[in-house]
């Protein structure tokens, strides 16, 4: 399992005169974590791009950004995880275009007709959109303005360039801005206009059609639409004026959910309970679903030829990598085959709403009648969990656990009114649907009330840890580098997230009392039952201190804890022994408080006053 979850963040199609060749990156977990750039040519062959011991991310926003690009002719330009630089590679060792320091670059970007590489700098909280020459001349800066930019785009003509900014506190998903300005002889860019978004408009994506229009998706009907835009600012047209998602939270940036076909667009459309991938035509507004029975498509698309390169998913098989037809709509999965477990330890999950809550139900194998359960919490929390095969659910499941997944209020996937439900809310319309969708599960005989079991990691972490001391519902929780002491997290994460409370929550110090109110750290004494925790030592996104002061509240109150740490692992896990240590403390956990033997996995002793 450790070796199968997990999956590509970028994909790109790139025509060439035998074809078209697909690019890719995957998780290496069993080589210390890094991702590893792939190329497939066009007779089917495969060969890793990028050489071992090197590692395509880096850190813009944390989360990082778009981190690799193919050159014309079958090079390769990425950032490097180690040192956070731009390299060049075309065979042989990788060359770097950056020079050493603080600075991290994503959102990588080939502008055409030009021999650089544009790319988000972030240094010290400032950020500016550059070019980086591929030569390894100086690097230049395009644009200043917004705190946090992405999405760099050259007009056709190499006139113009587009970007989408926003600033404090507004995440992206809140309020954007799609910007143009006229890029001068010298490659800088000139006084911008704003052309769509604004503080309750979030722009996602956003791509030239010609010199004198752009395609972009944005929600000012409260769904992330496809839009015609026009440089001007003269007027728009909504392309998909249906209430589904064709856009995502741009965590990451350089993730898109559409991409230019000639004169169609391939889109990635729908809600999180089932992602689609679709041919639209711009012009009469026609959308046709090619790509076959996935039930999920990433937000990462690319087209070359008629064909499109995507990212897709069902209940049965993990995230991989295909080629679709754009004519005949059929799917040719391009990437390798994973190691699967046989398909009677599969299980079946179902999508059902319970009183306006959406979730995604796993029932446990074997089992009849009430059977503990666990509730997954995603992270986020603007985030969402798709019908997807999930090995960590299949862990569960096939040793007699249900799982259900709670895509709370909160999450994407279903329209802006249903993210901004959450708005001041956090810690307690999440806590309220978890719970919610567990009384649920008990009220129609699938859990036993007294063995309901919740997890989640980072914000479902945090959602974990409040629910427990904020309900009386769960008999204990599991929760990755999460989030205890919203206050103190507040001051301390990074810049990205910094004001992201200030939605969630609200601003500080005028509404602290709510900050008092919901912190788990200042209720530990009300745990409904022992907690795990569970944390990377060098996260930079939620200290590990969020963790340790929590398990003290614990002790001190007579609770039952356990804290286990990992060296060298960020916010997530990506190493295999990592992987394997946190799964098999969760079983145990899980078997010695809900009471079933878990003789496969190492016992798990727990701090505390049974």
Not at 87 to 116: C, N
Not at 319 to 327: F, Q, T
Not at 376 to 393: A, K, N, Q, Y
Not at 431 to 454: F, K, N, P, S, Y
């Amino acid at each position: 399992m450790a070796r199968t979850d997990g999956g590509p963040q970028w994909v790109e199609a790139v025509a060439t005169p035998a074809g078209v060749e697909v690019w890719w990156d995957e998780p290496r977990p069993h080589e210390g974590g890094r991702r590893c750039v792939v190329r497939r040519l066009p007779d089917g062959s495969r060969a890793d791009a990028l050489p071992a011991g090197w590692n395509a991310r880096n850190r813009l926003v944390e989360y990082g950004g778009r981190s690799w690009r193919p050159l014309p002719g079958g090079g390769l330009v990425f950032t490097n995880w180690a040192d956070q630089r731009l390299y060049r590679l075309d065979g042989g060792e990788p060359v770097a275009l950056t020079p050493e320091g603080a600075s991290r670059y994503g959102d990588l970007y080939l502008p055409p007709g030009r021999d650089e590489v544009w790319a988000v700098r972030e240094t010290d909280d400032v950020r500016d959109l550059v070019a980086v020459p591929l030569d390894g001349g100086p690097v230049r800066v395009i644009v200043k303005a917004q705190h946090f930019l992405m999405n760099p785009r050259l007009s056709p003509g190499g006139g113009q360039i587009a970007w989408i900014g926003w600033d404090h506190p507004a995440m992206p998903w809140d309020g954007t801005l799609l910007c143009v300005a006229p890029l001068g002889e010298d490659g800088v860019a000139g006084p911008y206009e704003v052309v769509a978004g604004g503080p309750e408009e979030s722009v996602t994506q956003a791509e030239w059609r010609d010199d004198d229009s752009l395609y972009a998706v944005a929600d000012p009907t409260g769904w992330w639409n496809v839009h015609l835009v026009r440089r001007d600012g003269s007027g728009r047209r909504n392309l998909t004026p249906v209430e589904l998602e064709f856009g995502h939270a741009p965590w990451k940036p350089g993730a898109g959910t559409f991409a230019v076909a000639g004169d169609r667009l391939v889109v990635v459309y729908g809600t999180a309970d089932h992602r689609r991938l679709g041919v639209l035509d711009p012009g009469t507004g026609d959308l046709r679903e090619v790509g076959g029975d996935a039930t999920y498509w990433a937000s990462t698309v690319s087209a070359a030829d008629g064909v499109a390169a995507a990212v897709f998913a069902t209940p049965y098989t993990p995230l991989e990598v295909a080629l679709v037809d754009l004519g005949d709509g059929t799917r040719e999965t391009v990437s390798a085959p994973k190691p699967l477990p046989d398909r009677e330890l599969l299980p079946d999950p179902e999508a059902v709403t319970v009183e306006g809550v959406h979730a995604h139900l796993y029932p446990p194998a074997g089992v009849q009648g009430p059977a503990p359960y666990v509730i997954f919490v995603h992270g986020g929390p603007t985030g969402s969990s798709p019908v997807v095969l999930d090995l960590e659910i299949a862990y569960f499941t096939s040793r007699g656990l249900g799982v259900a997944v709670v895509n709370y209020g909160g999450s994407t996937g279903y329209g802006r009114a249903y993210r901004e439900r959450l708005r001041h809310q956090w810690g307690v319309v999440d806590v309220q649907d978890c719970a919610r969708v567990a009384r649920g599960l008990v009220e129609t005989g699938r859990a036993d009330a007294a063995r309901i079991a919740v997890r989640g990691g980072s914000a479902g972490g945090w959602t974990t840890v409040a629910a427990l001391v904020h309900s009386d519902v769960f008999a204990c929780g599991v929760a990755h580098y999460a989030i205890t002491d919203p206050e103190g997290w507040a001051a301390e994460t990074h810049d990205f997230e910094s004001r992201y409370l200030d939605g969630l929550i609200g601003p500080l110090p005028e509404t602290r009392q709510r900050y008092t109110d919901r912190s788990p750290l200042l209720h530990a004494a009300r745990a409904s039952g022992p907690c795990l925790m569970l944390h990377g030592l060098d996260d930079a996104i939620v200290d590990v201190g969020q963790a340790e002061r929590f398990v003290a509240e614990l002790d001190r109150h007579g609770r039952q804890w356990a804290l286990l740490t990992f060296p060298g692992e960020q916010h997530g896990w990506r190493k295999e022994e990592t992987i394997v240590a946190a799964l098999e403390a969760e079983l145990a956990f899980y078997g010695q408080v809900l009471g079933f033997e878990t003789p496969e996995v190492p016992p798990l002793k727990l701090k505390g006053r049974e």
